[in-house]
């Protein structure tokens, strides 16, 4: 069964390091690749995404994550972290065959920066 | 309203009754699912609609559970008989198309 594993639940960190988040996944074939954030008190939201072409994707407030197709991962980064940033992340996969819609999320990691 | 809008924010009920979760998407989103989130767990997907169809059910874990969505916009999960098991907050996401954008505040079942 196609499945997403974050393995690091909670991350703390000081403001100014680095971050980054696991995300690996099970799946042979194609796959579209997702990374969604829900700060406190919010609603989750789309980070970023991945289809196809560079494996490198920016996305907002300075994140970005790369796909590295042979370990099956896509790792979520951010050169120097804030405050702001603490929030729960969450990896989410679809598989990109036609006709099916299930997006595939991973249980989270809870991200605590410290000011 | 701006958002996805879910009613109700909490609902807690009798094992063997039956809740009906409400979604109001964003006006215009087509793409509609509806996720479940357990205690620890990541979100499971249960359902997709694009306007009135439902072309992906294969997340719903029991013909307990089925959803409409009328009119293209607001959408109804239904469970029957409830079970402790179906404790979990129940999310709904909409978008113009494809992936799920913006996620509601959830429904909060109890099961008790």
């Known amino acids: 069964a196609q499945s997403v594993s974050q393995h690091n639940h909670h991350v703390i960190l000081s403001e100014a390091a680095s971050l980054e988040l696991g995300c690996n996944y099970s799946y042979g074939g194609t796959v579209n690749l997702f990374w969604y954030v829900q700060y406190p008190g919010q609603h989750l939201q789309l980070l970023l995404k991945?289809?196809?072409?560079?494996?490198l994707v920016k996305g907002i407030k300075g994140f970005e994550a790369e796909f590295i197709k042979s370990k099956f991962s896509f790792n979520l980064r951010k050169p120097s972290v804030q405050w702001s940033d603490t929030a729960e992340y969450f990896c989410a996969v679809k598989p990109a065959t036609s006709g099916t819609y299930k997006y595939i999320f991973g249980t989270g990691t809870r991200l605590k920066v410290l000011a | 309203g701006a958002g996805v809008s879910q009613s109700p924010s909490n609902k807690v009920t009798e094992k063997g009754k039956d809740v009906e979760l409400r979604c109001d998407p964003i006006?215009?989103?087509?793409?509609l699912y509806w996720y479940r989130q357990s205690l620890g767990q990541g979100l499971e997907f249960l359902i997709y609609f694009q306007g009135n169809s439902a072309p992906d059910k294969s997340g719903l874990p029991s013909d307990r559970f089925s959803a409409e969505r009328t009119g293209g916009s607001v959408s109804t999960l239904t469970i029957q008989r409830t079970q402790q098991e179906d404790s979990a907050v129940y999310l709904c996401a909409s978008s113009p198309t494809g992936q799920p954008q913006h996620f509601g505040d959830g429904t909060r079942l109890s099961i008790l």
């Open positions: 991945y289809f196809s072409g560079d494996p």
């Open positions: 006006s215009g989103h087509t793409a």
